[in-house]
């Protein structure tokens, strides 16, 4: 097997966006076949194969290292890691459940000093991990923040200088991040108005810097696991599911927390993950965990605070935090009321006003030329699409002009 069996597998059209995330010439030919030639030569120079398998775990380097032995059957315990080395096509998974590598691979890594290699991956892994912290609890931030996460690994750290020097050399279509000369922040950023705005509103001087541990944590498990809520999820999803799936379904309510999304669509989340609630007291249980969960959740939104530690640092009252449900979209204060009744035996208290603004809108029954316009209220919340059309939430649109009438 050759990587040139590999890279056919993929259309044309996802061979060329290939060609252009590595930043490559697209051959002159312009055909499939040209395209797979040129990109196989590419990956398989000793250097770019040293950069590109620099960003993977050690257990995941381990894995790469034996199945250039020999092929490996996948288990339990490797099957994330061989996923993750045949994206980067120098691995393949046969129909039979086996990884193989390539006998091309298996040449040209032999001209790798493998010495350089994993002390390169030493610390190109670990700014991988402090980049998916990044991504994760702050969305953008300063180029500063990221050195400041990368500077919490023990040992010598190096210059500023010296760090961007090493940003620049990861691979480009490995990075989730754009750096736009002062901020680093996720890829989606750039075409969502809403998120731009929100980096536009960040405090430099006030963001949170986990500690070494944390980050290990979200690189190992994708959430940060240690809180007492996401403990308690995960052994609640454990008992209904496999480990696999219940630290995925965790993972990805620490997501979605993260980066801003709230209750509004947890019951269909649940479904997706096939979580079955049998009766009012589990219902309960897991309402209760969300909640804790929710407000223990270092938020995008907060520079990589908490919702609790936030209000704190500004001086707020944290004590109803955690009892207390404030509504901060339409679609969540209908989600909360559907369940209101549980939450209140829980302990809780939904709010439904804090937020809430009443617009005025005009409603044509009849349509636009027809009669008997109708003047209706209703009410908006701040992470609600505004109703202007501009794409942007209301709290960074029209709730500024709004608040100043």
Not at 180 to 203: H, L, N, W, Y
Not at 303 to 319: S, V
Not at 354 to 374: F, H, R
Request: proline share 3%; aromatic share 12%.
């Amino acid at each position: 097997m050759s990587i040139t069996e590999i890279l056919e597998q993929y259309n044309i059209e996802q061979l060329k966006e290939y060609i252009g995330q590595l930043h490559l010439m697209t051959p002159s030919a312009n055909t499939k076949e040209a395209i797979v030639r040129e990109l196989a030569a590419y990956l398989l120079r000793p250097n770019v194969m040293m950069e590109r398998l620099s960003v993977v775990s050690q257990e995941d380097v381990d894995l790469f290292l034996a199945v250039l032995e020999d092929e490996i059957e996948i288990d339990d315990d490797n099957a994330e890691g061989a996923v993750r080395l045949s994206e980067l096509d120098y691995v393949a998974i046969t129909e039979d459940g086996m990884i193989i590598a390539p006998d091309d691979v298996k040449e040209a890594f032999l001209e790798v000093d493998l010495s350089d290699f994993l002390e390169m991956r030493e610390s190109n892994y670990w700014l991988r991990c402090c980049i998916g912290v990044l991504c994760t609890i702050y969305g953008a931030a300063p180029r500063e923040i990221l050195y400041k996460l990368f500077c919490t690994r023990r040992g010598k750290s190096p210059s500023f200088e010296d760090f961007w020097a090493l940003y620049r050399r990861l691979p480009q279509d490995l990075n989730p991040c754009i750096d736009d000369g002062e901020t680093i922040f996720e890829r989606f950023f750039a075409v969502d108005p809403s998120c731009m705005d929100k980096v536009r509103t960040q405090d430099p001087e006030m963001f949170y810097i986990p500690e070494r541990e944390e980050i290990e944590e979200y690189a190992k498990n994708f959430c940060l696991i240690r809180d007492e809520n996401y403990q308690g999820l995960f052994d609640f999803f454990k008992e209904r599911t496999d480990e696999f799936d219940a630290l995925h379904a965790v993972a990805d309510i620490y997501n979605r927390f993260a980066m801003g999304d709230d209750f509004a669509d947890f019951p269909d989340f649940i479904a997706d993950w096939g979580i079955k609630l049998n009766n009012e007291v589990e219902t309960k249980k897991l309402l209760d965990l969300v909640v804790g969960a929710y407000y223990n959740t270092r938020m995008q939104e907060y520079q990589g605070y908490t919702k609790k530690e936030w209000i704190k640092l500004h001086g707020g009252d944290t004590a109803d935090i955690g009892t207390v449900i404030v509504a901060e979209t339409e679609d969540m204060a209908d989600t909360l009321s559907q369940y209101e009744d549980i939450l209140t035996k829980c302990g809780f208290v939904v709010d439904y006003t804090t937020y809430a603004t009443e617009i005025s809108s005009m409603v044509y029954p009849e349509g636009l030329d027809g009669d008997g316009a109708v003047l209706n209220t209703r009410k908006i919340y701040p992470k609600d699409i505004c109703p202007c059309g501009s794409g942007k939430e209301y709290r960074f649109c029209c709730m500024r002009v709004d608040q100043n009438d």
